[in-house]
C-alpha cells in the first residue's frame, strides 16, 4: 500500500492533492489510529487497494498525526468530519462520501467507477 497511498501531513500536500484531483480523482482516507470502526474501514480501504484503480491519486489523513490537516480538509469540501471516512475528490470536489459502516471495498470501487464518468 505504501507505494500507492501517501499520507498527508502538511496544508501544502492537501493543496497539492486537491489540485490534482483536476485531472484525476483523488480518494481521501481520514483515519483513526484509536477507534476498532475505523481499523474496520481501514481493511475495507486496503481490501480495495489489492487491485486499485491506477488512474487514482490515494491520499491517507491519520487524525492524531495532522489532526489540523484533518480540519482544513473538512472545511474545503464541506463534509462533516468524521473517521473512518472516504471522499472522493474531482476537480477539487466531493463527488462521493461514507462513513463509518459504510465504507467497503464495494462502495469505494463502485463510487470510483462512477466518478470516472463523473
Known amino acids: 500500500m505504501a507505494n500507492i497511498v501517501d499520507e498527508l501531513t502538511t496544508i501544502g500536500e492537501l493543496d497539492r492533492a486537491l489540485a490534482e484531483s483536476t485531472g484525476r480523482p483523488l480518494l481521501l482516507f481520514k483515519h483513526s489510529l484509536t477507534c476498532p470502526i475505523s481499523a474496520r474501514g481501514f481493511q475495507q480501504f486496503e481490501s480495495y487497494l489489492e ?30 468530519h468524521e473517521t473512518p471516512q472516504a471522499i472522493l475528490v474531482r476537480n477539487g ?5 461514507a462513513s463509518h459502516m459504510d465504507i467497503t471495498s464495494e462502495a469505494i470501487e463502485e463510487a470510483i467507477a462512477a466518478g470516472r464518468n463523473g
Not at 491519520?62 to 490537516?69: F, H, L, P
Request: avoid cysteine; proline fraction near 9%.
Open 93 to 97: 470536489n466531493p463527488v462521493w462520501h
Open 51 to 80: 487491485q486499485p484503480d491506477p488512474n487514482v491519486i490515494y491520499r491517507l489523513i491519520v487524525v492524531q498525526n495532522a489532526r489540523s490537516i484533518s480540519n482544513e480538509a473538512a472545511a474545503r469540501l464541506g463534509v462533516k
